[in-house]
């Protein structure tokens, strides 16, 4: 459940929900093939590939001290660039006509991404949960906007948070008010995107 896969794991959640009955007039851009293999092939370039190829050259010149980046501020640096790459993706999703769901999507990553910069400068909020989170919210305001059936999807996104925030707190990375923080913070970037948008 590292947060580097959650764009994946969220743009693939709204594929395979079948939406364009609810955006009629985006019916063409949502059953596209093309378009559909395009906009995973963005979303894993920007959100895993790129990002972990850069970790080596971040420890390499002193950014970060392990890939763990145990101090919240040697987070900032990646998650910038995380930030422009989130910006980059929606960028390239404008001009393509992807649909406006996944744009929001792509919005609520950066805007999550960004608090997590600020937040970064002072406390070591859980950046798995923040990832959780947003997928959380993502699937949960899908649910009650459109009245879609998520049940197949949120009880396990939901599990899945539960281990991923159990596991940071066995393994020390934070303690339970990271993990809250982070889950909340990420969940309200992507719902409360949505639900207004």
Do not use: C, D
Request: charged letters at 10%; aromatic letters at 14%; glycine letters at 6%.
């Amino acid at each position: 459940m590292h947060p580097a896969l959650v764009g994946i794991y969220g743009a693939l959640i709204l594929y395979e929900l079948r939406l364009y009955n609810y955006f009629p007039a985006e019916y063409s851009r949502w059953i596209s093939p093309e378009l559909k293999r395009w906009v995973l092939i963005v979303v894993l370039i920007n959100s895993v590939i790129v990002p972990i190829s850069f970790l080596p050259f971040y420890r390499q010149r002193g950014i970060i001290s392990s890939i763990r980046m145990e101090n919240s501020r040697e987070r900032i640096i990646p998650l910038t660039v995380q930030f422009f790459l989130f910006a980059i993706s929606y960028y390239l999703f404008k001009r393509f006509y992807v649909p406006s769901l996944i744009n929001l999507y792509i919005i609520g990553g950066a805007v999550a991404v960004l608090q997590a910069i600020i937040i970064s400068r002072y406390w070591k909020i859980s950046l798995h949960m923040l990832g959780m989170g947003a997928l959380s919210g993502l699937v949960f305001i899908i649910s009650l906007k459109y009245n879609i059936e998520t049940l197949h999807y949120l009880p396990v996104i939901l599990l899945a948070s539960g281990v991923t925030g159990s596991s940071r707190l066995l393994l020390g990375e934070h303690n339970l008010w990271q993990v809250i923080a982070g889950f909340i913070s990420g969940f309200m970037s992507t719902a409360l995107l949505i639900a207004i948008l």
